[in-house]
């Protein structure tokens, strides 16, 4: 199975900061990665799909890229709102579809 | 407007089954895939199964192959996830999902989950 590793575990951030999380595949899966947000006792909610296409609706502060093995989600400057883990998804077909451990964006 | 209603999920003994259940509407659950994903407590995130569009294609995580069927009742709009043989690993928030759009697998609307509890 294909191994996603998300770094960092947690991060501290204040209101307006630069945020960068990255996550890296244990071997190819061109472009078939997507991030989700989740907020406590929420359902995950799609971000990025395809590694860098935003999903309608979801706010331009939020950017993915990446191919291959490593992946960036990147939130320009964070909001209140985007206090939340965040996990990205492995969807290569020809594997068990794989997530993330998870990234803890907190107040500092 | 998409909607995903679980429902089902309680306390059951190792060894004992549950059918849980995902009441769809906004759209036709027969012509996108769907998931079920679990999340156990404090933990990350698991998809389990996933019945594809009009093909009706299953797929399933190995740890629940033989336990698990994963349906759906097209005149009730409902998805189901039978599960026998429960484990305490088991344990979990169950979601459904739908696919993000026509022929897609990956999960775009999700339910709030359903929570089962295997434990005697």
């Known amino acids: 199975d294909i191994q996603m590793t998300q770094s960092p575990s947690t991060l501290s951030a204040s209101v307006g900061d630069r945020v960068t999380i990255t996550c890296r595949a244990s071997?190819?899966?061109?472009?078939?990665l997507a991030w989700y947000q989740q907020k406590p006792g929420k359902a995950p909610k799609l971000l990025i799909y395809d590694a860098s296409n935003l999903e309608s609706g979801v706010p331009s502060r939020f950017s993915g890229s990446g191919s291959g093995t490593e992946f960036t989600l990147t939130i320009s400057s964070l909001q209140p709102d985007d206090f939340a883990t965040y996990y990205c998804l492995q969807y290569v077909s020809s594997s068990p579809w794989t997530f993330g451990q998870g990234t803890k964006v907190e107040i500092k | 407007e998409v909607q995903l209603l679980e429902s089902g999920g309680g306390l059951v003994q190792p060894g004992g089954s549950l059918r849980l259940s995902c009441e769809a509407s906004g759209f036709t659950l027969s012509n996108y895939a769907m998931s079920w994903v679990r999340q156990a407590p404090g933990k990350g995130l698991e998809r389990v199964s996933v019945i594809s569009g009009p093909e009706a294609t299953t797929y399933y995580i190995d740890s629940v192959k033989g336990r698990f069927t994963i349906s759906r009742d097209n005149s009730k709009s409902t998805l189901y996830l039978q599960m026998n043989s429960l484990r305490a690993e088991d344990t979990a928030l169950y979601y459904c999902?739908?696919?993000?759009?026509?022929?897609?697998?990956?999960?775009?609307?999700w339910g709030q989950g359903t929570l089962v509890t295997v434990a005697s």
């Open positions: 999902a739908k696919g993000r759009n026509l022929g897609e697998w990956l999960m775009g609307s």
């Open positions: 071997q190819s899966i061109s472009i078939y």
